[in-house]
């Protein structure tokens, strides 16, 4: 967080965290050779500081942000300085560095954790998302079969459920395609699927937003009174990975599905603001005025875990269910083959067409529904009182 203050999450979510057990699931990467992209982000760090305590054969730390990096390199070093590691400077979107480090390395392990997530940020950019999101993710996974990986793990996001915006539909993409290799019994090469709610703290999300206006005493700004997502702490973020590539790889009947966590309920936005505001001695609308401005583009009321057509079941973990769904693959692989020109070509407007029409096949459009949320809330008003 980017705030010195430090938040509970416990109580700013209003449950407790979940019983995980760190050591005992990282044991299972005990004397592998793991790789991680996007290994600097906050999610890609704490993983690989759980990797780095599960005694690895080496650890191999990818990303494109160096200062990132080399924070990482200075915390691995004072936590593990036997460890046998390298930090590597790369882009999942450079395939040809990407087979030179899995040439050098030999990985047996990789999570794929580099994606960009910010939501706005990729729908103002979308042919930027799709190279990273989509490219990136089948460079990363060509290249892994390529040198014969035990396994890769694609960390994805709720966000491709239904998605209503650029990220979600590069990242509901990058899922199906893993999940279509992942069938192909054929692969010495396990393609093992993560569906993530928001991470508390994460870079980029609201809480870290919220510290920020809170600790300059600012307006804590939400984009709708209604707005609720699903939460989950960075311990329980680490635990869903682990526990989902050792169920995936010792379950052959696991292929072709995605993992996901039970997190309990959504929790409201406006929630999270008034609790980190009370949590610090200050009173929300009165101290500090929580400001709904409006939905940004591609901005969903709720989220929800499951696609319509999937179905959830059980697994070995009471805490992991496996969800499954239809995959049309040659829509993936036609998808696949027009975001490649016209990435290389940075045409954007054919970007947002493609991804468009992809997710369009959906039961509802989520432009339509979109444009009805937004409606919703177009004035900038301060919570509790009518614009």
Do not use: W
């Not at 500081?49 to 160096?66: K, N, Q």
């Amino acid at each position: 967080m980017s705030s010195s203050t430090t938040y509970d999450p416990e109580e700013i979510l209003g449950r407790k965290e979940q019983d995980v057990e760190l050591v005992s699931l990282g044991a299972h990467l005990a004397g592998k050779r793991v790789l991680i992209t996007g290994a600097a982000g906050t999610i890609g760090s704490a993983l690989s500081r759980a990797v780095a305590a599960s005694a690895p054969a080496s650890l191999v730390a990818f990303d494109h942000d160096e200062y990132g990096l080399y924070t990482l390199r200075g915390a691995l070093d004072e936590l593990q300085p036997s460890l046998t590691r390298r930090v590597v400077l790369g882009d999942v979107r450079d395939k040809a560095r990407l087979r030179q480090v899995f040439e050098d390395e030999k990985p047996e392990i990789v999570f794929h954790v580099a994606a960009l997530k910010h939501v706005g940020m990729v729908e103002d950019n979308p042919a930027e998302g799709a190279a990273t999101n989509v490219l990136g993710t089948r460079n990363t996974s060509d290249v892994a079969c390529e040198f014969g990986a035990q396994a890769l793990v694609l960390i994805s996001t709720d966000k491709a459920v239904r998605p209503h915006n650029m990220m979600g539909a590069t990242k509901k993409i990058a899922e199906e395609l893993c999940r279509a290799r992942d069938l192909d019994t054929a692969s010495s090469t396990r393609h093992i699927v993560v569906r993530f709610g928001n991470v508390f703290g994460s870079s980029g999300s609201v809480v870290p937003l919220f510290a920020h206006q809170i600790e300059r005493l600012l307006p804590v700004t939400i984009t709708h009174p209604e707005v609720e997502r699903y939460f989950m702490t960075e311990r329980e973020a680490v635990s869903l990975v682990l526990e989902a590539l050792h169920i995936g790889i010792n379950d052959d009947n696991s292929r072709g599905g995605l993992f996901f966590h039970d997190m309990g309920p959504g929790v409201l936005i406006a929630d999270i603001a008034r609790r980190m505001i009370t949590s610090q001695g200050l009173r929300p609308n009165v101290d500090i005025p929580i400001v709904i401005t409006k939905l940004r583009a591609g901005e969903k009321i709720s989220e929800a875990l499951l696609a319509p057509g999937e179905t959830a079941e059980s697994t070995p973990s009471n805490q992991v269910a496996l969800a499954r769904g239809k995959i049309d693959r040659n829509q993936v692989t036609l998808t696949l083959n027009g975001l490649e020109a016209a990435c290389r070509l940075s045409d954007e407007t054919a970007v947002r067409r493609m991804l468009y029409n992809y997710i369009h096949t959906e039961t509802e459009a989520p432009a339509q529904i979109r444009d009805q949320e937004q409606s919703k809330s177009s004035a900038i008003t301060v919570e509790g009182r009518k614009p």
